[in-house]
Every structure is written in C-alpha cells, then in structure tokens.
C-alpha cells in the first residue's frame, strides 16, 4: 500500500512539475509579445529579449514533451541567446550575453560527453 502511495505522490509531482513548466513557458511568451500589443516603438532590446523569452519558452515545451532533447535544446540556445544578444544588444550588455551563451554552449558540450559531475548530469539524463 505505502509503495502506491509513494508512487502516486511522485506522479502527482511529475504532474506539478509538468503543469508549472507550461505556465512558465506561456508567462515568457506573454511577456515577449507584451511591448508589442501595447505598441511600444521597436528597438534593439526589446526584440533581444523578445527572442530570448520566446526560445526558452519553446525549449520548455520540446523538454517537457521529450526530455531526451535537453542536451540539444540548450545546446541551440546557447546559440540563439550568444548570437542574438551579440548581434541586437549595446556594447557591454552583448558581450555578457554572448558570454553566457558560450557557457551554455559548453555545458551542452560536456553533458553530450558526460564530462560534467553526476549531480548536474542527472537533469540531461532521465
């Protein structure tokens, strides 16, 4: 009995984990579009971010559905944060941002090699 139970709490969190996911991810989107709708003036920033909220939005989705894809989802936003932080940002704020999309560029590398330690690649393994 305490074995159904155990194992009916943990889908339950699953569950949680999943839902709380998609909220996430929808919150991101209505932020990204929101200056937008309000018909704010366009500018660098504004579609930097945009891009940015939206892709990690996505990636949530494609890892909530299939979480064998975590490696190659942040590996391609690494790309996408680096690329469009560098090309849309001002001078100091592109560098950081290019910087942290290496960092997330090279995590990804070495989760696909199985470099990193068992306590973070856990989250590129289930």
């Known amino acids: ?33 929101a200056p937008f ?3 704010q003036p366009i500018t660098n920033d504004m579609m930097a971010t945009a891009i940015v909220f939206i892709m990690i939005a996505i990636a949530y989705f494609i890892i909530l559905v299939n979480p064998s894809w975590t490696k190659a989802v942040f590996f391609f936003e690494g790309i996408v944060i680096g690329v469009s932080g560098y090309m849309l940002l001002a001078y100091p ?5 290019a910087i942290v999309g290496l960092i997330i560029i090279a ?8 470099k990193l330690p068992p306590s973070i690649l856990k989250w590129f393994y289930r």
């Open 93 to 97: 704020y592109n560098l950081e941002l």
């Open 1 to 33: 009995m305490k074995v159904k139970l155990k194992l009916s709490v943990i889908m339950a969190n699953v569950k949680m984990f999943k839902l709380l996911g998609v909220m996430l991810a929808l919150v991101l989107i209505v932020w990204a579009i």
């Open 37 to 39: 709708l309000r018909h």
């Open 107 to 114: 995590i990804a590398v070495l989760a696909y090699l199985q």
